[in-house]
């Protein structure tokens, strides 16, 4: 017989024994895909992801560990629901899943920033960064960060944004009035400042280099990005226990340790494919403990969808029938390639070349967000593969500086911008701006010294993804979003076959 004293003592030995572990479950770049994708690149399970399913996984995992904390390192909006609702449905399904807090990504900003301060506060955690002020001020634009608990623990969390996420992947216009500073130099200071008060440190980071827009990347390691920014940060600032990486979407299996700062780096190959969890021994002297960590998929074979997620879906939906409206039919899937030519890139790209009225039209690999599935093509689903508020914007453009144009198409610094109008072979093991072999426009050769009518989305005709040569060539900024462009043109074409591959060919393939 075990006498009272005995067992409480038991107990409260296996209870700190369990409780001295600090769990934190992790999502970044979910960028609002709220139905399963199809992952035939798996043979354990037909569809990944879906938010409603996500939320089943992390409810299963918050009741198994204990001290845990839920946070997203940015990207949370894109997509059209979150886009009919400008970003409130985002930061109620957020909140219903029990996030703890959030981290700005690039996307957040896609409505403008004052239409995402006005959203923020829907949200029912804090959200995150300390590296963007108004122009010319030290406010910050954003909460810098926040401690929380979880159990015992004080846990302190910085978000932070990279330079390129803000300079290259965030319209001009959306971004106005703000600017950007050094993440290394705050996230230092604010490791100092908060070290003392904390027993564990988060840095929610949104930077290296931009995710690959395709859906399979965990397949294809050629398309990965690397995180050398996170890694850097890891390297030079100290105090830092863990780093919660997005916009590269560079999915770690395994949590990445820094050897020289001991701080740990993890990351998920982002759409709320995969819930990261990561687990710390706290009972220590000399600090945190990495016990282990991995990305668990989100199998939507097995995991019931959470009810509660999904009728905050179908509430959206409900408001916005405008959306469920068919405009076409598809044959055969149309699935996006970030690094290659992809029927889906070709068949945007032909789109906005008709209604446009030009010669030759590219929409970048980085715009397009989702596949589209065989059959019926609702508003949704292509509001869902370019959520963007871009317009179709005409430039002429001198053949020289269209092979400039096309030079920057073929760096694969966005991935493979998708044309129409232009037939080209390119060696991509070349130096970036010397890549081309052979181009023609609408089958002849191209003429340096002719006038070209070009047509491609705001973003771009802006200085997105670095394209700086219209900025001089006369802009003709339409009244048409590039999304209704799609929508008319695909509403006269009304049966879609997919466009035939060989436009752009890459001899080093
Ligand atoms: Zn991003």
């Given at each position: 017989m075990i006498r009272p004293l005995a067992l409480l003592t038991l107990m409260l030995f296996a209870h700190s024994s369990f409780a001295e572990n600090l769990t934190i479950l992790y999502t970044n770049d979910i960028e609002s895909v709220y139905e399963p994708v199809a992952s035939p690149w798996r043979d354990d399970m037909s569809a990944m992801g879906g938010m409603p399913h996500l939320s089943s996984l992390i409810k299963m995992h918050r009741a198994q560990h204990e001290n845990t904390l839920l946070v997203d390192a940015g990207d949370m909006f894109t997509g059209s629901l979150s886009k009919a609702t400008e970003g409130?449905?985002?930061?109620?399904?957020?909140?219903?899943?029990?996030?703890?807090?959030?981290?700005?990504?690039?996307?957040?900003?896609?409505?403008?920033?004052?239409?995402?301060?006005?959203?923020?506060?829907?949200?029912?955690?804090?959200?995150?960064?300390?590296?963007?002020?108004?122009?010319?001020?030290d406010i910050p634009f954003a909460r810098e960060y926040a401690i929380v608990k979880?159990?015992?623990?004080?846990?302190?969390?910085?978000?932070?944004?990279?330079?390129?996420?803000?300079?290259?992947?965030?319209?001009?216009?959306?971004?106005?009035?703000?600017?950007?500073r050094s993440p290394i130099e705050i996230a230092q200071s604010l490791a100092d400042r908060l070290r003392p008060e904390v027993d564990f440190l988060i840095v929610l980071t949104h930077q290296n280099r931009t995710a690959p827009m395709q859906t399979n990347k965990e397949s294809d390691p050629t398309v990965l990005r690397g995180f050398d920014e996170d890694y850097a940060l890891a390297g030079k600032v100290r105090g830092i226990d863990l780093i919660v990486g997005g916009h590269s979407d560079h999915g770690l299996h395994a949590p990445v340790v820094h050897p020289e700062t001991g701080t740990t780096i993890v990351m998920t190959f982002g759409q709320g494919m995969h819930l990261g969890r990561v687990t710390f021994d706290m009972s220590a002297e000399d600090g945190p403990r990495l016990q282990?960590?991995?990305?668990?998929?989100?199998?939507?074979d097995h995991l019931p969808p959470d009810p509660s997620i999904t009728k905050l879906i179908n509430n959206a939906r409900a408001q916005h029938p405008a959306l469920t409206r068919v405009v076409a039919t598809l044959k055969r899937p149309a699935l996006r390639l970030y690094n290659q030519e992809s029927s889906l890139g070709s068949l945007l790209a032909d789109a906005l070349k008709q209604q446009a009225?030009?010669?030759?039209?590219?929409?970048?690999?980085?715009?397009?967000?989702?596949?589209?599935?065989?059959?019926?093509?609702?508003?949704?689903a292509l509001l869902n593969v370019f959520p963007f508020t871009d317009q179709v914007t005409v430039v002429q453009l001198q053949g020289s500086a269209l092979l400039k144009l096309l030079e920057k198409g073929v760096s694969l610094d966005y991935g493979l911008s998708q044309f129409s109008g232009v037939t080209l072979s390119y060696d991509s093991s070349q130096p970036v701006g010397q890549r081309i072999i052979d181009v023609s426009i609408n089958d002849e050769t191209l003429d340096l010294d002719r006038t070209y009518r070009f047509a491609t989305g705001s973003f771009t005709a802006t200085g997105g993804e670095g394209y700086d040569m219209f900025e001089d060539q006369g802009l003709e900024i339409k009244n048409t979003l590039v999304s209704d462009a799609f929508i008319t043109v695909f509403e006269q074409w009304q049966t879609l076959s997919l466009p035939e591959k060989g436009r752009l060919q890459d001899i080093a393939l």
């Amino acid at each position: 017989m075990i006498r009272p004293l005995a067992l409480l003592t038991l107990m409260l030995f296996a209870h700190s024994s369990f409780a001295e572990n600090l769990t934190i479950l992790y999502t970044n770049d979910i960028e609002s895909v709220y139905e399963p994708v199809a992952s035939p690149w798996r043979d354990d399970m037909s569809a990944m992801g879906g938010m409603p399913h996500l939320s089943s996984l992390i409810k299963m995992h918050r009741a198994q560990h204990e001290n845990t904390l839920l946070v997203d390192a940015g990207d949370m909006f894109t997509g059209s629901l979150s886009k009919a609702t400008e970003g409130r449905l985002v930061f109620d399904l957020y909140s219903e899943m029990g996030y703890d807090v959030g981290n700005l990504g690039n996307h957040e900003f896609e409505y403008g920033w004052r239409i995402l301060r006005d959203a923020m506060p829907r949200a029912r955690f804090p959200i995150l960064n300390a590296n963007i002020f108004y122009e010319n001020t030290d406010i910050p634009f954003a909460r810098e960060y926040a401690i929380v608990k979880s159990g015992r623990y004080r846990v302190g969390v910085i978000g932070l944004m990279g330079i390129d996420a803000f300079h290259n992947t965030m319209m001009r216009s959306h971004r106005n009035g703000l600017e950007i500073r050094s993440p290394i130099e705050i996230a230092q200071s604010l490791a100092d400042r908060l070290r003392p008060e904390v027993d564990f440190l988060i840095v929610l980071t949104h930077q290296n280099r931009t995710a690959p827009m395709q859906t399979n990347k965990e397949s294809d390691p050629t398309v990965l990005r690397g995180f050398d920014e996170d890694y850097a940060l890891a390297g030079k600032v100290r105090g830092i226990d863990l780093i919660v990486g997005g916009h590269s979407d560079h999915g770690l299996h395994a949590p990445v340790v820094h050897p020289e700062t001991g701080t740990t780096i993890v990351m998920t190959f982002g759409q709320g494919m995969h819930l990261g969890r990561v687990t710390f021994d706290m009972s220590a002297e000399d600090g945190p403990r990495l016990q282990n960590g991995e990305l668990i998929p989100v199998n939507a074979d097995h995991l019931p969808p959470d009810p509660s997620i999904t009728k905050l879906i179908n509430n959206a939906r409900a408001q916005h029938p405008a959306l469920t409206r068919v405009v076409a039919t598809l044959k055969r899937p149309a699935l996006r390639l970030y690094n290659q030519e992809s029927s889906l890139g070709s068949l945007l790209a032909d789109a906005l070349k008709q209604q446009a009225g030009v010669e030759v039209a590219m929409v970048p690999a980085g715009a397009i967000r989702a596949d589209l599935q065989s059959g019926a093509i609702t508003v949704e689903a292509l509001l869902n593969v370019f959520p963007f508020t871009d317009q179709v914007t005409v430039v002429q453009l001198q053949g020289s500086a269209l092979l400039k144009l096309l030079e920057k198409g073929v760096s694969l610094d966005y991935g493979l911008s998708q044309f129409s109008g232009v037939t080209l072979s390119y060696d991509s093991s070349q130096p970036v701006g010397q890549r081309i072999i052979d181009v023609s426009i609408n089958d002849e050769t191209l003429d340096l010294d002719r006038t070209y009518r070009f047509a491609t989305g705001s973003f771009t005709a802006t200085g997105g993804e670095g394209y700086d040569m219209f900025e001089d060539q006369g802009l003709e900024i339409k009244n048409t979003l590039v999304s209704d462009a799609f929508i008319t043109v695909f509403e006269q074409w009304q049966t879609l076959s997919l466009p035939e591959k060989g436009r752009l060919q890459d001899i080093a393939l």
